[in-house]
């Protein structure tokens, strides 16, 4: 009775994605994720070097995509005519194909211009607003001349300071209107939607995947429209990562993710995978793993950052050694004992549960 139970339980939580069929992960980061130590009380530590020298690292790490702003791919885009801005674009297309690499996004950096100073499509000017459009309609031609199919929209300055600035409703209106405007742009472009609840702006207008999951729901091409969830974003807004990804998965819109750590409320750390919750960091994996995330080519991003106090020229160990835990903790997923979770479950008996897990996780029996 109780097997028979447990293979109930297997097929409905598990069937969808077999073990066996094992997923290969491929790993990418963004050209800032080998960062030069500065934060906002002091300048560099580390010694500044080109993009070039940083693509040349990808492979040697056991990463294959690359995640960019439109600026990594053509700096001071703003000054250039559109013909430059593409010659630019191959030129970097070829840099990427000589070492074997993928681009997987494009985003627009709308946080350093200064007619974002107070929201870009969210903005009370009509005149930054329209500021807005334009450059992240440039990013999507950045983007198509890659051959990469996804623009993402961190919507670092849409939100408030003070609540009373702006007009929410409007500003989430606003939001919709340009998502549709992009898809209308480019009838292939997928708009990926990194939320995040605060940092700059002290409320931001798409703080979780639901908000994000409800504004692809409501644009012009849902199916176009998906999300990619940080794990210290999720921290942020006090939800749980690995539920956030299973709430994007379950509606088949988890496009990509940024995995890292948070160690509580505070600025955003960006601390590596499992570096501040071990626990946290495996249901991250086991919910992947269970949906079979990465089958069709998805990538499992890390948005890490390397310690300030971190020697040398182009600090990497934070990102092999995230890159590694993850592969470690989808070790622990594959061998984790599913018959006696099941019996477990069956018998509600989630202290034995709980311990369980934690022993396992120790490599204890
Ligand atoms: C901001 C953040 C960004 C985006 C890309 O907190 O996570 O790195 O991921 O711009
Ligand atoms: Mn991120």
Same mark, same amino acid.
């Given at each position: ?28 980061? *963004? ?19 080109? %993009? ?7 492979? /040697? ?13 053509? /700096? ?9 801005? &593409? ?9 990427? #194909? ?54 993402? &929209?961190?919507?670092?300055?849409? *939100? ?49 995947? #639901? ?21 210290? %974003? ?40 499992? *570096? ?11 919910? &992947?793993?269970?949906? #079979? ?18 020697? *040398? ?53």
């Amino acid at each position: 009775m109780v097997n028979q139970v447990v293979e109930i339980f297997w097929e409905m939580c598990c069937s969808e994605a077999p073990m066996s069929q094992q997923t290969q992960y491929r790993f990418s980061f *963004g050209p800032w994720n080998i960062s030069e130590g500065a934060d906002p009380f002091g300048p560099e530590v580390r010694a500044v070097f080109p %993009h070039e020298e940083k693509f040349a690292l990808y492979r /040697p790490l056991g990463f294959e995509g690359v995640q960019f702003h439109d600026d990594d791919v053509v /700096p001071d885009l703003e000054t250039l005519s559109p013909d430059q801005v &593409l010659k630019k674009t191959a030129t970097v297309k070829t840099m990427l #194909g000589n070492q074997g690499l993928t681009p997987e996004f494009v985003a627009p950096r709308l946080w350093f211009p200064a007619q974002t100073v107070d929201g870009a499509y969210t903005s009370n000017s009509a005149a930054d607003r329209q500021y807005a459009l334009d450059r992240t309609r440039k990013s999507i031609d950045i983007a198509r001349a890659l051959d990469c199919k996804a623009v993402v &929209l961190w919507l670092a300055r849409e *939100g408030s300071y003070i609540r009373e600035s702006k007009n929410a409703r409007i500003a989430y209106q606003r939001l919709l209107e340009t998502i549709n405007q992009m898809l209308d742009y480019d009838k292939e472009i997928e708009i990926w939607i990194e939320p995040k609840p605060n940092e700059p702006t002290d409320q931001a207008y798409v703080p979780t995947i #639901g908000h994000a999951v409800a504004l692809a729901y409501a644009s012009n091409d849902p199916k176009r429209v998906k999300g990619l969830i940080e794990t210290a %974003h999720a921290l942020l807004a006090g939800l749980d990562a690995s539920d956030e990804m299973a709430f994007a998965l379950a509606h088949d819109k988890l496009a990509s993710v940024h995995l890292n750590d948070q160690n509580g409320l505070k600025y955003d750390q960006d601390k590596n995978f499992g *570096g501040a919750n071990l626990r946290g960091a495996f249901n991250q994996v086991r919910v &992947l793993e269970e949906a #079979g995330f990465g089958g069709k080519g998805e990538f499992i991003g890390l948005d890490v950052k390397a310690m300030r106090t971190q020697q *040398g020229r182009g600090v990497t160990a934070h990102l092999t050694n995230s890159r590694s835990l993850f592969l470690y903790l989808v070790e622990k997923v594959r061998s984790w004992d599913r018959i006696a979770e099941g019996q477990m479950i069956e018998a509600r008996d989630y202290e034995a549960l709980e311990f369980a897990i934690l022993k396992h996780l120790m490599g204890l029996k």
